[in-house]
T-cell receptor
Framework: AQTVTQSQPEMSVQEAETVTLSCTYD???????LFWYKQPPSRQMILVIR??????QNATENRFSVNFQKAAKSFSLKISDSQLGDAAMYFC?????????FGKGTRLHILP | ETGVTQTPRHLVMGMTNKKSLKCEQH?????MYWYKQSAKKPLELMFV???????ENNSVPSRFSPECPNSSHLFLHLHTLQPEDSALYLC????????????FGSGTQLSVL
């Protein structure tokens, strides 16, 4: 069965600095999708970034980028120029066969 | 606003009560999901519906009963719940098997007394 592991329960970063959140996953499949979702205190799950496993190029969305290492089954999220509004729970997720499996999440604190 | 609406936002119920959670989307999606989010645990997939047909029941106790009358509406009927069922229940929708993102509702915070 697929699993998603986020080894950092909590992280803190100074405003305007860069932070990297880690995610590893386990699968025997070669074709799948990976996501990072953000859940602020409002509880709304918001998609941050999406990566297709068959694409070698790392996805980027403005200040958010990923380091996708398929062989290592690693999918880390880098947030550049951190802002106070980035404070939230971040969930890494794996999608295949109509199911999304989530990691336990990393709570990100932004220090002013 | 994601286009997925869940009601109620909060629910407190006793163990003998019967209540229902409602989820509605008008995004043209054909897949709908129920997730349970408990403290310090990953989001747990409960049920998946594809074109109104249930395709996944992730070993969920029978005190949780889903209903999907059409591709826009999803219900979760609750009866004789336990205190450990207290959690945030999230509904989501997507285009079936497309790898496109899930759109989530804001959830129902359930407390079972």
């Amino acid at each position: 069965a697929q699993t998603v592991t986020q080894s950092q329960p909590e992280m803190s970063v100074q405003e305007a600095e860069t932070v990297t959140l880690s995610c590893t996953y386990d699968t025997s499949e070669s074709d799948y999708y990976l996501f990072w979702y953000k859940q602020p205190p409002s509880r709304q799950m918001i998609l941050v970034i999406r990566q297709e496993a068959y694409k070698q190029q790392n996805a980027t969305e403005n200040r958010f980028s990923v380091n996708f290492q398929k062989a290592a089954k690693s999918f880390s999220l880098k947030i550049s120029d951190s802002q106070l509004g980035d404070a939230a729970m971040y969930f890494c997720a794996y999608f295949r066969d109509d199911k999304i499996i989530f990691g336990k999440g990393t709570r990100l604190h932004i220090l002013p | 606003e994601t286009g997925v609406t869940q009601t109620p936002r909060h629910l407190v119920m006793g163990m003998t009560n019967k209540k229902s959670l409602k989820c509605e989307q008008h995004l043209g999606h054909n897949a709908m999901y129920w997730y349970k989010q408990s403290a310090k645990k990953p989001l747990e997939l409960m049920f998946v519906y594809n074109f109104k047909e249930q395709t996944e029941n992730n070993s969920v106790p029978s005190r949780f009963s889903p209903e999907c009358p059409n591709s826009s509406h999803l219900f979760l009927h609750l009866h004789t719940l336990q205190p450990e069922d207290s959690a945030l229940y999230l509904c989501a929708s997507s285009k079936w098997d497309s790898g496109e993102k899930l759109f989530f509702g804001s959830g129902t915070q359930l407390s079972v007394l």
